[in-house]
């Protein structure tokens, strides 16, 4: 069974920062993209940022510049550097990856989701 178990949410004052992990654990066979994905109240999840096997990231446009994706790709875990936070930043994050398990099919996976609130 595999899982995506996130970590790094909280409370943070506006320009502030914070740091969120995603590790991926179970029968892993290979990881493709990864990414954060995020939703506020009373909107729609959108994403935030992803990153390839190979390490190449693109960003949501109200995010770049202040946000970071980055990779172990030993340690099936992706990150998210968090600077300069807003307080329209306020969402809850939830990882995603495309990860070939045991069966060697693909398939999509989602984390719990981590709160993340910028508020002074």
């Known amino acids: 069974q595999v899982q995506l178990v996130e970590s790094g949410g909280g409370l943070v004052q506006p320009g502030g920062s914070l740091r969120l992990s995603c590790a991926a654990s179970?029968?892993?066979?290979?990881?493709?993209?990864m990414g954060w994905y995020r939703q506020a109240p009373g909107k729609q999840r959108e994403l935030v940022a992803a990153?390839?096997?190979?390490?190449?990231?693109n960003y949501a446009d109200s995010v770049k510049g202040r946000f970071t994706i980055s990779r172990d790709n030993a340690k099936n875990t992706i990150y998210l550097q968090m600077n300069s936070l807003k307080v329209e930043d306020t969402a809850v994050y939830y990882c995603?990856?495309?990860?070939?398990?045991?069966?060697?099919?693909?398939?999509?996976?989602w984390g719990q989701g981590t709160q993340v609130t910028v508020s002074s």
């Open positions: 995603n990856a495309d990860i070939t398990g045991s069966s060697l099919y693909e398939y999509n996976y």
């Open positions: 179970g029968s892993i066979f290979s990881i493709n993209a």
């Open positions: 990153i390839t096997s190979g390490g190449s990231a």
